[in-house]
């Protein structure tokens, strides 16, 4: 491939303190998977905003088709023939897929015209979807798909796709990449943002990787290790959590036939789930998002209220119990939103010490929060998690994700629960840091705590956990040892075998 | 071009710095409507704010300040760990009528036996209860169907309004009143007469109650686990939630603490300075207060000097028309603009004014 479709050259983007581009050029040609790769914070979402016309770079050049290309927004980056599947979805929910599609579109034709364009690619490109659903009932598989048809429908040179298989089942996985290698047969050409190793190696003819905003290498991952991409990506050595495997004791959180309606609306209801956890043991909650994790989440917390007999902690029922009420029988646990819901943004980190900890910590006496020891107990978090901040006086807006995801997870391991659940501990965590929450967690079991580790990132589940259940609309599947489950057979755990079939089936 | 830019941390220079600026700013443009009424700006501004305290009949005026303001910073206290929380409260004048009627048909009922241990204490109760009870209408309002305690509380306003007229023309009237509206006078009945502590400064038993909510208010928002969740609710209910906060329980107790401490300031009025039930007995303070509690950041010692302020402005502004025969309307604009331009300051507690192209950040 001679011909160049996009062509970056030097393109630099400074934010106060911190450079997220610097120096970073790349080509790609039509018809190339292009796989853009690197930690969080690396600098790949910056770079794909800037192509998408949503920053501008305060230096450097880009060529489309050898013109100079400069997109003022992303409304002249799409008139030029670049799309973008975002990796949060911009949908809305009450409405159905054919409307989503039309509101995101300049004139849109009239919506039955649009449905029967819909279905042509969809069936043209083997994604199922049926235009008249609304999308607050489609899995997060099909939401995707909606994002995906917009974007097809206009005809795309370049098509930028961010993290896209973070919310699918492998299955679904398969799918997407069969669509994504019919686009690159004609000729489309696709920019594919990930830090899943294998599937790069799956799908991607180039790889460009970007290391503190800078472009550390280029590979064809056909030919170079996952292990080798990896530590050009962390440049160093991956450090491996490793954990001794405690002897199972007692059960000490029990599920039992739990059924819930959801707090939200579109919400999952949780479907008569029954699980036992042992002292010592690491149970993976595996499942596509939107499958029923938040409200397992608020059940064991004690935020959604459920039947006493549901929950039992050492054999007490506890399913009426509110959160602090649960704290002190020693169940703890950590949401999956880190900024609103397991701390509130404007309050300092010593204050968000005493929102959870309070109970098990001995912060309030006689009504009095005691926020000397609250101020002990964050600065205790700070420096056992190595929380980058410079103070327990910052409020919890001014850290970066990772951090504050230390913080959270740290401050309700350091109160030694009997029961932990924690809700993807490591969402947009970068590695290492990752690396470190999951060390801690599985520490925490070795030490005699059960955990509950709800996750949609299935290496980390296999990593840490001893067991393995699927979430699979709000229906947990019977938990399965981790060890010798095969990646296929988690699939099928996960997708309880529902929406799977490509549309044309080509075996 | 003037961009807003978002500050890392709130500033805390800035939340100090809004009021007093809020204020200049009032009297700059509250001065500019006063000339263009044809009436001389420095000297309204003086007659306002400066000759109720040190003017030649200041003497007269400055007891008249804690009589005002005690009520609105009892009300302001209360509302503001609502307004904390998230609960919006805007009916503290009808749980003021509420509180005025409830303590002034205990002592009423009593009349003429006189027993002051008992019964002016029972009146503190009976006004509190009344305030509470109203205040609870939209509470559980709230709670139990979901509706909006602002248009609620704000709609028993008017029905507090009504049930304050029915009752000086009807139950509560004064039998040996001549045929007159209004409530047999509680100032000439020694075991209700909420009567100045000390003769000739305006301190009477609702000052004494208006310090002690503020030092209790400012006990419990620093260092009680309550005023704790009431800050979580506000800014985060979800990690409220997480934390074991209820949300209904907040709502309750939220709009239970704020009539209640209404109603007692209605009870205070009534059996003092007021002295009876009267079709015109609200002036407003519910609402002021409203203003106030903004005023003074939503912290005790902040509403304890808004609450000066604004008493001030009322005086300041009864002067004013007398002297000046400025209308009344502009001293209420006067006080609204007060808020207006409060809330604009504000903004710069938040955000930063950057000035230039946007893009080169």
Redesign the interface.
């Given at each position: 491939m001679t011909e160049t479709l996009l062509a970056l050259a030097g393109l630099t983007k400074a934010y106060p303190g911190v450079i997220a581009n610097n120096d970073v050029s790349l080509e790609i040609a039509p018809g190339e998977v292009h796989a853009l790769l690197g930690e969080n914070g690396a600098g790949k979402s910056t770079l794909v905003k800037a192509i998408y016309g949503l920053v501008k770079p305060d230096s450097g050049a880009m060529h489309l088709d050898g013109q100079p290309f400069a997109p003022a927004d992303p409304k002249a980056a799409r008139a030029a023939g670049i799309t973008m599947v975002f990796q949060h979805f911009s949908l809305f929910d009450a409405l159905s897929v054919a409307e989503n599609v039309a509101l995101g579109m300049e004139r849109p034709p009239p919506l039955r015209d649009l449905s029967a364009r819909i279905r042509d690619v969809s069936d043209q490109y083997g994604l199922p979807l049926d235009p008249t659903r609304i999308v607050g009932d489609l899995s997060a598989g099909e939401r995707q798909r909606v994002e995906i048809i917009r974007c097809l429908l206009q005809d795309p040179k370049l098509l930028i796709m961010d993290e896209p298989t973070s919310v699918l089942t492998p299955q679904e996985v398969e799918i997407l990449f069969e669509t994504l290698r019919k686009l690159k047969a004609e000729g489309t050409a696709i920019l594919y943002i990930s830090h899943k190793l294998e599937e790069i190696r799956a799908l991607c003819d180039t790889a460009t990787i970007l290391r503190l905003g800078e472009v550390v290498g280029d590979c064809d991952p056909r030919e170079v290790s996952a292990r080798e991409m990896a530590e050009m990506m962390v440049g160093g050595t991956l450090h491996v959590p490793e954990r001794e495997a405690g002897p199972e004791g007692a059960v000490l959180l029990t599920l039992d036939h739990l059924s819930a309606p959801s707090p939200q609306e579109f919400g999952t209801p949780l479907r008569d789930i029954s699980v036992e956890v042992r002292a010592g043991q690491v149970l993976g909650i595996g499942g596509v998002a939107g499958n029923g994790q938040d409200e397992l989440l608020l059940a064991l917390s004690g935020e959604m209220a459920v039947a006493p007999d549901m929950v039992r902690l050492r054999g007490q029922a506890i399913g009426h119990l509110p959160p602090n009420a649960r704290r002190a029988l020693g169940l703890c646990a950590a949401p999956e939103e880190r900024l609103g819901h397991a701390a509130a943004p404007d309050m300092t980190l010593t204050e968000n010490a005493a929102l959870s900890g309070k109970t098990r910590k001995n912060l309030v006496r006689n009504g009095l929060v005691d926020w000397g020891g609250a101020r002990d107990f964050a600065t205790t978090i700070i420096d056992r998690f190595d929380v980058r901040t410079p103070g327990p006086e910052n409020v919890a807006r001014s850290l970066s994700g990772g951090n504050l995801q230390k913080y959270v997870i740290g401050r309700e391991i350091l109160q030694a629960p009997d029961v932990l659940v924690v809700n993807q501990p490591t969402w947009g965590v970068d590695a290492s840091a990752a690396a470190a929450i999951r060390q801690a967690i599985m520490d925490l079991a070795a030490e005699g705590t059960a955990v509950v580790v709800i996750s949609q990132d299935l290496d980390e589940v296999m990593e840490i956990a001893d067991a393995f259940a699927a979430l699979n609309a709000g229906r947990l599947s019977a938990p399965r040892p981790a060890r010798g489950l095969t990646i296929e057979e988690v699939g099928l755990m996960l997708g309880g075998a529902h929406d799977m079939e490509v549309a044309h089936a080509e075996a | 071009m003037i961009t807003l830019e978002r500050r890392?941390?709130?500033s805390r220079a800035w939340s100090y710095l809004s009021p007093i600026l809020a204020v200049l700013i009032t009297m700059v443009v509250g001065g500019l409507v006063f000339a263009a009424l044809g009436k001389p700006p420095v000297e309204a501004i003086r007659t306002i704010f400066w000759d109720p305290l040190f003017g030649d009949f200041a003497g007269y005026f400055r007891p008249q300040l804690l009589v005002k303001a005690a009520p609105l910073i009892l009300i302001a206290t209360g509302l503001s760990f609502g307004f904390r929380a998230g609960v919006w409260n805007i009916g503290a004048e009808g749980q003021y009528i509420m509180g005025a009627l409830f303590g002034a048909g205990v002592a009423l009922a009593f009349y003429p036996i006189e027993a002051r241990w008992l019964i002016f204490p029972l009146m503190v109760v009976a006004g509190t209860l009344g305030g509470l009870l109203w205040a609870m209408i939209p509470g559980v309002l709230r709670v139990r169907f979901g509706t909006n305690e602002i248009l609620v509380s704000l709609m028993l306003v008017y029905v507090a309004d009504f049930l304050l007229d029915a009752m000086a023309l009807g139950l509560l009237r004064n039998p040996e009143g001549m045929g007159f509206p209004g409530s047999r006078n509680l100032q000439q009945y020694p075991s209700a007469h909420n009567a100045e502590l000390i003769a000739n400064t305006g301190l009477h038993w609702g000052v004494i109650a208006a310090f002690f909510a503020v030092v209790a208010a400012y006990i419990l928002l620093s260092?009680?686990?309550?005023g704790?969740n009431v800050?979580?609710a506000g800014?985060?209910p979800?990690?409220?939630?997480?934390?074991?906060v209820?949300a209904n329980r907040m709502v309750l107790i939220c709009l239970g603490l704020s009539g209640g401490l209404a109603g007692m300031a209605g009870m205070f009025e009534v059996a003092g300075p007021a002295g009876q039930v009267l079709a015109s007995f609200n002036v407003g303070y519910g609402f002021t207060a409203i203003i106030v509690a903004f005023l003074g950041r939503l912290h005790p010692l902040g509403i304890l000097l808004a609450g000066m302020l604004m008493a001030l402005t009322y005086i300041g502004g009864e002067l004013a028309q007398m002297n000046l025969q400025l209308p009344r309307s502009a001293i209420q604009l006067f006080q609204g603009m007060l808020l207006f331009f409060l809330l604009a300051v504000d903004v710069m507690t938040n955000f930063r004014i950057r000035l230039g192209r946007k893009?080169v950040?």
């Amino acid at each position: 491939m001679t011909e160049t479709l996009l062509a970056l050259a030097g393109l630099t983007k400074a934010y106060p303190g911190v450079i997220a581009n610097n120096d970073v050029s790349l080509e790609i040609a039509p018809g190339e998977v292009h796989a853009l790769l690197g930690e969080n914070g690396a600098g790949k979402s910056t770079l794909v905003k800037a192509i998408y016309g949503l920053v501008k770079p305060d230096s450097g050049a880009m060529h489309l088709d050898g013109q100079p290309f400069a997109p003022a927004d992303p409304k002249a980056a799409r008139a030029a023939g670049i799309t973008m599947v975002f990796q949060h979805f911009s949908l809305f929910d009450a409405l159905s897929v054919a409307e989503n599609v039309a509101l995101g579109m300049e004139r849109p034709p009239p919506l039955r015209d649009l449905s029967a364009r819909i279905r042509d690619v969809s069936d043209q490109y083997g994604l199922p979807l049926d235009p008249t659903r609304i999308v607050g009932d489609l899995s997060a598989g099909e939401r995707q798909r909606v994002e995906i048809i917009r974007c097809l429908l206009q005809d795309p040179k370049l098509l930028i796709m961010d993290e896209p298989t973070s919310v699918l089942t492998p299955q679904e996985v398969e799918i997407l990449f069969e669509t994504l290698r019919k686009l690159k047969a004609e000729g489309t050409a696709i920019l594919y943002i990930s830090h899943k190793l294998e599937e790069i190696r799956a799908l991607c003819d180039t790889a460009t990787i970007l290391r503190l905003g800078e472009v550390v290498g280029d590979c064809d991952p056909r030919e170079v290790s996952a292990r080798e991409m990896a530590e050009m990506m962390v440049g160093g050595t991956l450090h491996v959590p490793e954990r001794e495997a405690g002897p199972e004791g007692a059960v000490l959180l029990t599920l039992d036939h739990l059924s819930a309606p959801s707090p939200q609306e579109f919400g999952t209801p949780l479907r008569d789930i029954s699980v036992e956890v042992r002292a010592g043991q690491v149970l993976g909650i595996g499942g596509v998002a939107g499958n029923g994790q938040d409200e397992l989440l608020l059940a064991l917390s004690g935020e959604m209220a459920v039947a006493p007999d549901m929950v039992r902690l050492r054999g007490q029922a506890i399913g009426h119990l509110p959160p602090n009420a649960r704290r002190a029988l020693g169940l703890c646990a950590a949401p999956e939103e880190r900024l609103g819901h397991a701390a509130a943004p404007d309050m300092t980190l010593t204050e968000n010490a005493a929102l959870s900890g309070k109970t098990r910590k001995n912060l309030v006496r006689n009504g009095l929060v005691d926020w000397g020891g609250a101020r002990d107990f964050a600065t205790t978090i700070i420096d056992r998690f190595d929380v980058r901040t410079p103070g327990p006086e910052n409020v919890a807006r001014s850290l970066s994700g990772g951090n504050l995801q230390k913080y959270v997870i740290g401050r309700e391991i350091l109160q030694a629960p009997d029961v932990l659940v924690v809700n993807q501990p490591t969402w947009g965590v970068d590695a290492s840091a990752a690396a470190a929450i999951r060390q801690a967690i599985m520490d925490l079991a070795a030490e005699g705590t059960a955990v509950v580790v709800i996750s949609q990132d299935l290496d980390e589940v296999m990593e840490i956990a001893d067991a393995f259940a699927a979430l699979n609309a709000g229906r947990l599947s019977a938990p399965r040892p981790a060890r010798g489950l095969t990646i296929e057979e988690v699939g099928l755990m996960l997708g309880g075998a529902h929406d799977m079939e490509v549309a044309h089936a080509e075996a | 071009m003037i961009t807003l830019e978002r500050r890392p941390q709130p500033s805390r220079a800035w939340s100090y710095l809004s009021p007093i600026l809020a204020v200049l700013i009032t009297m700059v443009v509250g001065g500019l409507v006063f000339a263009a009424l044809g009436k001389p700006p420095v000297e309204a501004i003086r007659t306002i704010f400066w000759d109720p305290l040190f003017g030649d009949f200041a003497g007269y005026f400055r007891p008249q300040l804690l009589v005002k303001a005690a009520p609105l910073i009892l009300i302001a206290t209360g509302l503001s760990f609502g307004f904390r929380a998230g609960v919006w409260n805007i009916g503290a004048e009808g749980q003021y009528i509420m509180g005025a009627l409830f303590g002034a048909g205990v002592a009423l009922a009593f009349y003429p036996i006189e027993a002051r241990w008992l019964i002016f204490p029972l009146m503190v109760v009976a006004g509190t209860l009344g305030g509470l009870l109203w205040a609870m209408i939209p509470g559980v309002l709230r709670v139990r169907f979901g509706t909006n305690e602002i248009l609620v509380s704000l709609m028993l306003v008017y029905v507090a309004d009504f049930l304050l007229d029915a009752m000086a023309l009807g139950l509560l009237r004064n039998p040996e009143g001549m045929g007159f509206p209004g409530s047999r006078n509680l100032q000439q009945y020694p075991s209700a007469h909420n009567a100045e502590l000390i003769a000739n400064t305006g301190l009477h038993w609702g000052v004494i109650a208006a310090f002690f909510a503020v030092v209790a208010a400012y006990i419990l928002l620093s260092r009680h686990i309550f005023g704790f969740n009431v800050r979580l609710a506000g800014q985060s209910p979800r990690a409220a939630a997480f934390a074991g906060v209820s949300a209904n329980r907040m709502v309750l107790i939220c709009l239970g603490l704020s009539g209640g401490l209404a109603g007692m300031a209605g009870m205070f009025e009534v059996a003092g300075p007021a002295g009876q039930v009267l079709a015109s007995f609200n002036v407003g303070y519910g609402f002021t207060a409203i203003i106030v509690a903004f005023l003074g950041r939503l912290h005790p010692l902040g509403i304890l000097l808004a609450g000066m302020l604004m008493a001030l402005t009322y005086i300041g502004g009864e002067l004013a028309q007398m002297n000046l025969q400025l209308p009344r309307s502009a001293i209420q604009l006067f006080q609204g603009m007060l808020l207006f331009f409060l809330l604009a300051v504000d903004v710069m507690t938040n955000f930063r004014i950057r000035l230039g192209r946007k893009g080169v950040a």
